[in-house]
T-cell receptor, first 117, second 112 residues
Framework: DARVTQTPRDKVTEMGQEVTMRCQPI?????VFWYRQTMMQGLELLAY????????DSGMPKDRFSAEMPDATLATLKIQPSEPRDSAVYFC???????????????FGPGTRLTVL | GDSVTQMEGPVTLSEEAFLTINCTYT??????LFWYVQYPGEGLQLLLK?????DKGSNKGFEATYRKETTSFHLEKGSVQVSDSAVYFC???????????FGKGTMLLVSP
């Protein structure tokens, strides 16, 4: 049963600390997405990659957030320094760039719940 | 730009009641439409989809019909169960793009 995995599941940290979240996409998927979910803003797309190359990170605060794909099996999202307003659930999702664009399904991981004190 | 509008929740129903969650969209092209469901503590998962006008997507007793004339994709279920309690997201994808545009989500609470 192929799944997207994310670590850690929960993270509590203090303001100013660096936070790293990791994602393992489903093997064979070539597109990876990072989302942030909060009660106020709902689900926001932060960045996404195709074949490990960043295609769009316009949803991400550039001064403190960075996203990378060191290899095809690992995507990372870093926040440095973290702030209380970064508290949210961060989801990774993966998919295949569809040959038939209509069949665009994204598979979500369980999320990382981040709390910045 | 593209957008998806869903009815605000929570929607509170008794078990076996009929469910409708409204969804309308704005798109520049001819999108595909999706419903995702998020159970407590989990990520989103695809519930159903429709790729062209008048298509009906269905899964687990849920249905939604792609209505191009009214730009709508309302989610329905004839008889809800307590286990259907979750947040439901309507989404669209334009041809040629990998990204999904999501609505804000509608929480459904079903009581026994």
């Amino acid at each position: 049963d192929a799944r997207v995995t994310q670590t850690p599941r929960d993270k509590v940290t203090e303001m100013g600390q660096e936070v790293t979240m990791r994602c393992q996409p489903i093997l064979g998927h070539n597109t990876v997405f990072w989302y942030r979910q909060t009660m106020m803003q709902g689900l926001e797309l932060l960045a996404y990659f195709r074949n490990r190359a960043p295609l769009d990170d316009s949803g991400m605060p550039k001064d403190r957030f960075s996203a990378e794909m060191p290899d095809a099996t690992l995507a990372t999202l870093k926040i440095q320094p973290s702030e209380p307003r970064d508290s949210a659930v961060y989801f990774c999702a993966s998919g295949l760039a569809p040959r038939i664009p209509a069949y665009n399904e994204q598979f979500f991981g369980p999320g990382t719940r981040l709390t910045v004190l | 730009g593209d957008s998806v509008t869903q009815m605000e929740g929570p929607v509170t129903l008794s078990e076996e009641a009929f469910l409708t969650i409204n969804c309308t969209y704005t798109a520049t092209g001819y999108p595909s439409l999706f419903w995702y469901v998020q159970y407590p503590g989990e990520g989103l998962q695809l519930l159903l989809k429709a790729t062209k006008a008048d298509d009906k997507g269905s899964n687990k007793g849920f249905e939604a019909t792609y209505r191009k004339e009214t730009t709508s994709f309302h989610l329905e279920k004839g008889s809800v169960q307590v286990s259907d309690s979750a947040v439901y997201f309507c989404a669209l994808s334009e041809a040629g793009y990998s990204t999904l545009t999501f609505g804000k989500g509608t929480m459904l609470l079903v009581s026994p």
